[in-house]
T-cell receptor, first 111, second 114 residues
Framework: DTAVSQTPKYLVTQMGNDKSIKCEQN?????MYWYKQDSKKFLKIMFS???????INETVPNRFSPKSPDKAHLNLHINSLELGDSAVYFC??????????FGPGTRLTVL | GEDVEQSLFLSVREGDSSVINCTYT??????LYWYKQEPGAGLQLLTY?????DMKQDQRLTVLLNKKDKHLSLRIADTQTGDSAIYFC??????????????FGSGTRLQVQP
């Protein structure tokens, strides 16, 4: 009965490839987020969706495209992967602007 | 943009109290949070405090908020080796879009010596 789950946990790929990370929450929340944590552990918001509508897009390259098929899912697709995309990506969810609950993270390594 | 600042490292002996400090800039923050990240793991919500409160206590954790100075602290009593982790302070602040999101500090790595 995991609250916020992400797949895969680890992703290793070559530069130039396209990859997706999936996120699901079973908390009944209406808002979901993607955060990026770099090698220095700095966490930064990338996107936020509320009721399947994009409400935050924080200066993220167009190669990153979030997709929310329904309120319980927010997937992240990345085109033409670059070395600098290597990071840990965290999904989170909340009810409106209430407390956010985080998934376990996906460690992406681009070779 | 809004900033949240924390010291990077804290080392304490087992059984001592740990105090992790944080300063933030967004005076409109309604909630302030402490998250814990153990090695290789995700972020675990530890506690939070509403901006109209000065203090919140939850078992070994005490959060103090000085809204005038925009200073938040987390005190862990009787620190255990299992408390070794990175602790993130976060404020709920407005983005350029007018929507709220969490702005995180850089994290404080707490090392507990046996």
């Amino acid at each position: 009965d995991t609250a916020v789950s992400q797949t895969p946990k680890y992703l290793v790929t070559q530069m130039g490839n396209d990859k997706s990370i999936k996120c699901e929450q079973n908390l009944g929340h209406d808002t979901m987020y993607w955060y990026k944590q770099d090698s220095k552990k700095f966490l930064k918001i990338m996107f936020s969706y509320n009721n399947k509508e994009l409400i935050i897009n924080e200066t993220v390259p167009n190669r990153f495209s979030p997709k929310s098929p329904d309120k319980a899912h927010l997937n992240l697709h990345i085109n033409s992967l670059e070395l600098g995309d290597s990071a840990v990506y965290f999904c989170a969810s909340s009810q409106a602007v209430d407390t956010q609950y985080f998934g376990p993270g996906t460690r992406l390594t681009v070779l | 943009g809004e900033d949240v600042e924390q010291s990077l490292f804290l080392s304490v002996r087992e059984g001592d109290s740990s105090v992790i400090n944080c300063t933030y800039t967004d005076s409109s923050s309604t909630y302030l949070y402490w998250y814990k990240q153990e090695p290789g793991a995700g972020l675990q919500l530890l506690t939070y405090i509403f901006s109209n409160m000065d203090m919140k206590q939850d078992q070994r954790l005490t959060v103090l908020l000085n809204k005038k100075d925009k200073h938040l602290s987390l005190r862990i009593a009787d620190t255990q080796t299992g408390d070794s982790a990175i602790y993130f302070c976060a404020e709920s602040s407005f983005m350029d879009t007018g929507r709220r999101a969490l702005t995180f500090g850089s994290g404080t790595r707490l090392q507990v010596q046996p």
